[in-house]
């Protein structure tokens, strides 16, 4: 089970739970755990090859769900500027509804387009 951080076309950045549920939880029960690892780096592709993915919910982000991924910016290369821009922008972004996209990879390409 995972925390979607972010999302890009190189990769998606997740918050990590080793929690288990014999049955699909609800959002209440999943807003209540803390991550085994705050903030990992996936190659987005692999979301592709996973049939298994369910959206279950969604809960804004703040600056507490967002502090592994800051360390990893800043270990990236980031400012501490541009570190603080993006995570506003993110937890902006973390308000809105849930976009339908299409994932597709194309030779070894991942190709990312709006559903209708």
């Not at 600056?63 to 910016?73: K, R, T």
């Not at 821009?85 to 849930?98: A, D, G, K």
């Amino acid at each position: 089970m995972f925390r979607l951080l972010d999302f890009n076309r190189d990769a998606y950045h997740a918050a990590l739970f080793t929690d288990k549920f014999s049955t699909i939880p609800t959002l209440s029960e999943l807003v209540e755990l803390s991550p085994f690892i705050g903030h990992a780096p996936v190659d987005a592709r692999a979301l592709v090859s996973n049939d298994d993915l369910r959206l279950i919910g969604g809960k804004p982000l703040t600056h507490d769900d967002l502090e592994g991924y800051m360390y990893y910016l800043n270990e990236y290369g980031l400012s501490k500027e541009e570190t603080d821009e993006l995570v506003e922008q993110i937890i902006s972004f973390s308000h809105e509804p849930p976009l339908s996209i299409r994932l597709e990879i194309v030779g070894e390409e991942l190709i990312i387009s709006e559903r209708e």
